[in-house]
Nanobody
Framework: VQLQACGGGLVEAGGSLRLSCAASGRTFSSYAVGWFRQGPGKEREFVATISWSGGSTAYADSVKGRFTISRDNAKNTVYLQTNSLKAEDTAVYYC???????????????WGQGTLVTVSS
């Protein structure tokens, strides 16, 4: 499975962006997909994840109520809608695919290249 994240950019605080994670490979619909992020000088952290069917999701407390993860298996794409963005959301956002739903980055086998989100205050 190959993943490519896009949709990042520069946005003012309070604004929104929709990130996309496009995948190649016929088995994409059998994988859980997670979003992680790494801010300047910070370690990579979990943001959100969605099961292969889309029936289960989980979010980091810091984004709960502001971010929404979804997927369209017919399009081999997972989305992360980010609303009410804050300066502390500034980071490179990565999508990753794995066999199990989880919040630990070690559970994911395939990673995209990342897309930069910059939130100006």
């Amino acid at each position: 499975v190959q993943l490519q994240a896009c949709g990042g950019g520069l946005v003012e605080a309070g604004g929104s962006l929709r990130l996309s994670c496009a995948a190649s490979g016929r088995t994409f619909s059998s994988y859980a997909v997670g979003w992680f992020r790494q801010g300047p000088g910070k370690e990579r952290e979990f943001v959100a994840t969605i099961s292969w069917s889309g029936g289960s999701t989980a979010y980091a407390d810091s984004v709960k109520g502001r971010f929404t993860i979804s997927r369209d298996n017919a399009k081999n794409t997972v989305y992360l809608q980010t609303n009410s963005l804050k300066a502390e959301d500034t980071a490179v956002y990565y999508c990753a695919a794995g066999s199990l739903l989880g919040t630990n980055s070690r559970m994911y086998d395939y990673w995209g290249q990342g897309t930069l989100v910059t939130v100006s205050s």
